[in-house]
């Protein structure tokens, strides 16, 4: 049998790798994180394996990012100026820290991993943002697999 795929504006224009399904979810390491988890290294990931360095930084990467970008969405209900102030500048030195935390992390990888392909890993592996989801990030863009 010989059989054609038809192909309209809702195929996806990526496939999802075979082992997508095997990535852990960026999300529920967020959660444990901001909960008051390990400090943020290679230990808040340990209970995963990754089939490579590269995916393991783009993982601990898309952490950082969705964390800080957790952080900044945390809201002060205050009407004090003064203590949404001191929130807003709290928030300010987390997300520089976090900032840096990442720069040095990728600095670090591509001291001992030039290779274009690990790059390309870093910034273009897909992993879930939920354990239940099909919802899925990468870099700094999210896309939608139904």
Do not use: K
């Not at 095997?22 to 400090?39: H, N, Q, S, T």
């Not at 910034?123 to 354990?131: C, N, S, V």
Request: glycine fraction near 4%.
């Amino acid at each position: 049998m010989n059989e054609t795929r038809q192909v309209d504006e809702a195929t996806p224009l990526l496939s999802v790798s075979p082992g997508f399904t095997e990535r852990p979810a960026i999300l529920p390491v967020v959660r444990r994180y901001r909960l008051g988890g390990p400090a943020f290294d290679d230990t808040l990931v340990s209970q995963y394996r990754f089939p490579s360095d590269a995916e393991r930084i783009a993982f601990l990467l898309l952490v950082q990012l969705h964390y800080n970008e957790s952080q900044h969405n945390v809201l002060n209900d205050s009407s004090d100026i003064w203590e949404n102030w001191q929130h807003a500048r709290a928030n300010s030195a987390v997300a520089e820290d976090i900032g840096r935390r990442a720069s040095e992390m990728l600095n670090q990888f591509l001291l001992n991993h030039s290779s274009s392909s690990a790059i390309q890993t870093i910034f273009w592996t897909a992993f879930p943002l939920e354990d239940s989801e099909h919802t899925t990030t990468r870099g700094e863009c999210d896309i939608q697999n139904d």
